[in-house]
């Protein structure tokens, strides 16, 4: 059974960065469309990066030019770095693997701006969050 755990959240303060890593178990990281989800409080779900099999990236406008997604085959992980923070960046953040390639999958890009149920249908596998804090 496909499992990702996140770790890497935290507090800081604005201004500074944070890194999350989200370790895949019995999938190999970069077979198909993994991302970085995350969900403020009382807010919707919303996409921040995505990172597609042949490496290609797409980040959400709100974190272009921030946060950077990669992955390392190597050891199986899916990183976000998440540079100069603000308090609006506060949330709980999840990674997401899509683990079987559906006949109507969508790009990956468009994960981005899938709702919540398209993003769940079409990305299996989801981790339990890392939660990350910014102060001013």
């Known amino acids: 059974q496909v499992h990702l755990v996140e770790s890497g959240g935290g507090s800081v303060q604005s201004g500074g960065s944070l890194r999350l890593s989200c370790a895949a178990s019995?999938?190999?990281?970069?077979?198909?469309?993994m991302g970085w989800f995350r969900q403020a409080p009382g807010k919707e779900r919303e996409g921040v990066a995505v990172?597609?099999?042949?490496?290609?990236?797409n980040y959400a406008d709100s974190v272009k030019g921030r946060f950077t997604i990669s992955q390392d085959n190597a050891k199986n992980t899916l990183y976000l770095q998440m540079n100069s923070l603000t308090p609006e960046d506060t949330a709980t953040y999840y990674c997401?693997?899509?683990?079987?390639?559906?006949?109507?999958?969508?790009?990956?890009?468009?994960?981005?701006?899938?709702?919540?149920?398209?993003?769940?249908?079409?990305?299996?596998?989801w981790g339990q969050g890392t939660l990350v804090t910014v102060s001013s």
């Open positions: 997401a693997a899509d683990v079987f390639l559906d006949s109507d999958q969508p790009p990956c890009a468009e994960m981005l701006v899938a709702t919540t149920d398209e993003a769940t249908k079409y990305l299996e596998v």
């Open positions: 019995e999938y190999a990281v970069g077979t198909y469309c």
């Open positions: 990172i597609d099999s042949d490496g290609s990236t």
